[in-house]
């Protein structure tokens, strides 16, 4: 028996996914069960790298969501809304949700799990972290037996393509961004990749998964890459590190395992490091559990192939589940959404982490021992302290701290900025 399904959308994954669909050969013997039924589409005069039978495509995507015959609705419009209503629409007329949408289910996933679970359908969405790393099913299934203590990723590939080629080149942010913007790497409106908040709506997914709890998106704290200069990134290399763009999830240790830190911001990460070396558009998630330690997920992030592997991997589940039981089955606990409750977020003043800073001074006599003194006053201990380059009575100190509460940290740095001898503090960012 064919599953009929209803694809929203045929842009870059939506084209992919029928591609994959379209040649089932070699891949997972479900693929053949699976009917492309309807398509929904904004116009239908854009010239397409599929070919389809024309009677399949509309514009008239409520008819999809609606039609009695479908039985899976694959949402790829992106965007809040129309997605939103029409996933809603999908399940309260019965249907199984397969979305690449992180935007939609970061916002309103309590929405949309909520009638998922009443109407007693399945929505997945392995495509909205990490394109084509398995990830989601991962956190839900295999490793179920740790309890998990912090996923850490770089989870948005034009943010690390950015970086990398600043690293690489010496570049400074807005160089790289317009000829990434060129190269179809990034957006005509590049913020929601730049300001980190794709990443955050990726992180969002990814602790609840892994911590067993709702997340609310506005939780995340969240900074972007436009502040990252070339002169950092040199500094950072002299002292050993990358700066990288991290998605983090810390639970608190002990029995509080819903006690959350969330953050998006770029980060000094040690050339050692396991995500130190994944770069241009590549995403890595390193998840360390207990007692699994470490486990990194890594590889293409984004793009047709990827990100429709991953739509497919969903689709070839819900069909699966479908063919082999009956009318109406119980959902299965591990791949529908269970949480009731929402994780207690730690506020950024309770962080403890290293710090990266660099001052602008004048080069007067006493100025590192008025910084040391500032930052001993807040109980900041300093990892070390360079002063490399100074032009016009104006020198420049580049400290990193041990571990510090960040509470402690800024109230350091506000009494650093009244100092006489501070002309400016231009680049303050977390270490790994
Ligand atoms: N804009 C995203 C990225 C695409 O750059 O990673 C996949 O979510």
Known sequence: MAFKIGLLGLGTVGTGTVAILQDPVGRSPLLKEIEIYRVGVRSLDKPRAITLPPEVITTDLDSIVTDPEISIIVELIGGLEPARSLILKAIAHKKHIV????????????????????????????????????????????????????????????TNYILSRMTAEGAEFEMVLAEAQQLGYAEADPSADV????????????ASLGFGGRVKREDVYCEGIRPVSAVDIAYADKLGFVIKLLAIAEGQQGEESD????????????????????????????????????VMFYGRGAGAGPTASAVVSDMVNIVGILSSSDENPALDPLLSCTHQHYCQMIPMEELCTRFYARFLCQDVPGVVGHLGMSFGNHGVSLESVVQIGFQENTAEIVVVTHDVREGNFRAALA??????????????????
């Open 259 to 294: 006690h959350l830190q969330l953050r998006v911001h770029p980060t000094l990460v040690s050339k050692t490091h396991p995500l130190a070396n994944i770069n241009g558009v590549y995403n890595g998630i390193l998840v360390t559990g207990d007692p699994l330690g470490q």
């Open 195 to 206: 300001d980190g908040l794709d990443a955050a709506d990726k992180i969002a997914i990814l």
């Open 415 to 432: 009494e650093i900025e009244a100092l006489p001898a501070i002309k400016a503090i231009p680049s303050v960012l977390r270490v790994l």
């Open 99 to 158: 979305t690449a949408n992180k935007a939609v289910i970061a916002r309103y996933g309590h929405e949309i799990y909520t009638a998922a679970n009443q109407a007693g359908v399945y929505v997945l969405l392995e495509a909205a972290v990490g394109g084509g790393i398995p990830i989601i099913k991962p956190l839900k299934q295999s490793l179920g037996g740790n309890r998990v203590q912090s996923i850490i990723g770089i989870v948005n590939g034009t």
